[in-house]
């Protein structure tokens, strides 16, 4: 379908003024279809002229101001005859339910045969779901009736009233809900979710909170209804008394778990909707409930940043996200016991974020060529997120807080309801910090690319500083940006110290006076507590200290610096992958922090399946394994099951988790529930050592959604020709599975192990997959780059064929970004393997 262009969208801006859309839906049309009724009052600034509107679906009937007219519908778009001044639209439609996560999602779960409907609008969906205007500037009043299945609990953006039930027709009795209007909003940010949901409430401070999931979690919902609320209720507050103002759509704010959903949550106008695998069903690390936690805020924060106050166009994703994912991390770390938010982020999200900032899909944080909306749902990447967040926290450094937050809330006050751009926000930022910005802005919004810091030192006959300098090399051809950052001076004994040093906008090297007559360091950490987005180079000496030095440093934030620079030596092929791998088995035993060690044990399983050539595979999992076992007699315990479950290579271990899966020999503290499990079972399977009756076996006894999608996995895995044939079907041809199952195929199928039995798949996988564009949403393609690529087949083969489909025209956007992506790294694990010999 074609994408609505930022031209378009300027021009039909320019001519129409939107004042309301009353919606109404009907959800008891049987298990494919629904119908919508789209009732919009707009106005024209030149009549006569006309305009056209979204609709993915078919349309009925439609009337222009009483008028039926001709229905010139091509592809997603009605052509509208000439506007009067004033004008009343009414499209009558039937639309499909989805199985992507895209426009109105229909799951049944498979614990009790109930379905439940979501719909996710953004960024341009809710034309799958009813006719409208589908862009962010066009904001109107919404309100919304539905009919559903009597039993039904349905939740939309303003607060719902159920009428009476009525008798129905072939479907059984019904009810009728009516929402109170909501807005001005943007359509992308309209929900609805209906099913028989099971539903907790709490009020706080005069607003109305809610929490909702399927009726087969209500046990756990529940269980962990009073952490939820707490945490939502103290965001709130937080948020309220930090921007000075309530929060802005009325007295409602619900949160809803989702089957199926394709990110991980959506900040729907008093309706965020959750991925469901957040509703814990087994024990989980405290990292997991802190990433929750930080999803909660994050979702909450749009509110403000993208719900009150909207991008015009999609170039500003980052005026959303980066502030969302800024204030995440800043409100977990207020207001839970998360204290340690900084050093999670530094290694879960800025990471990555390095990483696709030096890759070839990299963009500005704020780009300027975002031509249509399928170009601007491919910044929802770690640029828009991570490194914006990052840039935030300098400029909130730079102003200093109080300014920075007094800006924002001249911004809120000054846009509110309406749509902003970046000159927008900086404009209002500069005024109140009575400092032009402009320039700031430049530099770190509109380029591309990762400074690097290095420390140029020089030590005495004593073993002392006699000169300390931090010079910084801007990315190839861009400019100097400035910084404010930390020297941490990790000496042998005691805790350290950080340095402030503010790098301005020069080239020249910046002394450190303080650091002069000091004794040399063990560790001279640039970035310390990570304040500012930059690479930092790690010595020789240095890599060899860290395993001493790193359980000395008492900030998280600065070990996370830590470890994301090591796994950048290991990416650039300077240093091993296996010396990462011992790092981790040296420092993780002492790691406080809940945040940073899953993600350290990730990158430790990358390194094993992708940096390391294959005879070197297993010694390294050996390590890790040794690792997970040092660990599950502490505080990680949870983290180190998992970890021992999928990376046990020794028939020693192997028999300790199939005995752990009969109960017996099981570590204190780790309880051998579902998820688990199916870990172990998932590696038993891939190496031959559970077949088709172990896992028919576990489904029975674990018939849920996650256990379906956990029975996938298996199978995919399973080393036999047949397996891998009935998995590749389910990768390329099947039309009807579910986002999650189309992920685990692609999980399940790819094992390192598996490299002789998939190998004649490699091909065919580049040869098949742009086909399936011509049916698959941008959503399901997401998932079938970002699951299904060949990513453990590193060699010159698969860089080649990489390059090849690339080379082609016809791809579709996010076929050719997630590909270059992931034919990037087949590039840098090349490299490192090379690095390894
Ligand atoms: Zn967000």
Known sequence: MPSLTQAEAVRRAALLAVDSYAVELDLTRGDQLFGSVSRIRFRCHQPGESTFVELTGRPVAATLNGAPIELDHRDNRVTLPPLAADNELVVIAEGEYTRSGEGLHRAVDPADGEVYLCASSAPDNAQRVFACFDQPDLKATVTLSVTAPAPWTVLGNGAGTRGATESGSDAGAVARWEFEPVGPMSVYLFTVCAGTFHSRYREHDGIGYGWHCRASLAEHLDEQADELFTLTERAMDWYQRTFAMRYPFGA??????????????????????????????????????????????????HMWFGDLVTLRWWDDLWLNESFAEFLGFRVVGEVSRYADAWGFFGVFRKLPGYQ?????????????????????????????????????????????????????????????????????????????????????????????????????????????????????????????????????????????????????????????????????????????????????????????????????????????????????????????????????????????????????LRLCERAADTYLPAERRDPALRVLAGLARVLLAGPHRLLAASVLARCAVTDEELELLADWRRGERVPEGVPVDAELRWSILFRLATLGLAGPAEIDAELTADHTAAGEVAATRCRAALPDVAAKRAAWQLLMADRSISNRHLAAVGEGFWRPEHAVLTDEYVPRYFAELPGTAAWRSPGLLLVAVGSGYPSTAVSERTARLGAELLARDDLAPMLRRKVVEADHEIHVALAARAAAR
């Open 252 to 301: 409602k704010y619900d949160q809803v778990f989702v089957p199926e959903f394709l990110y991980g949550a959506m900040e729907n106008i008093g309706c965020v909707t959750v991925r469901d695998e957040w509703l814990y069903r087994s024990a989980v690390p405290d990292s997991e409930r802190q990433l929750r936690a930080m999803v909660i805020a994050h979702e909450m924060a």
């Open 356 to 600: 696709a900032d030096q890759g070839p899909a990299t963009h500005p944080v704020a780009p300027t060529d975002v031509p249509d909306v399928a170009h601007g749902l491919l910044n929802i990447d770690a640029i828009s997120y991570p490194k914006g967040a990052s840039a935030l926290r300098q400029l909130a450094a730079l102003l200093g807080e109080d300014t920075f937050f007094a800006g924002l809330r001249a911004y809120f006050s000054r846009y509110a309801y309406r749509n902003a751009t970046l000159a927008d926000l900086i404009g209002t930022l500069s005024e109140v910090g009575g400092v032009d910005l402009t320039g700031w802005a430049d530099r770190w919004l509109r380029t591309t690319g990762v400074d690097v810091l290095t420390a140029h030192t020089r030590v005495d006959a004593a073993g002392r500083y006699s000169a300390v300098e931090v010079a910084r090399s801007a990315p190839a051809g861009g400019p100097v940006r400035p910084h404010r950052i930390r020297v941490g001076w990790y000496p042998a004994t005691g805790t350290g110290e950080g340095i402030p040093v503010t790098l301005p906008l020069t080239d020249d090297p910046v002394p450190v006076p303080e650091l002069v007559g000091r004794p040399a360091a063990e560790l001279l950490l640039l970035n310390d507590a990570d304040l500012t987005f930059a690479r930092v180079d790690l010595t020789p000496a240095e890599l060899d200290r860290l395993g001493a030095v790193l359980p000395a440093m008492p900030d998280a934030a600065s070990r996370a610096v830590v470890w994301t620079n090591a796994w950048e030596l290991v990416r650039a092929g300077r240093w091993p992958a296996e010396r990462f791998v011992e790092l981790a088995a040296t420092a993780l035993p002492a790691e406080p922090s809940p945040g940073l060690p899953p993600s350290v």
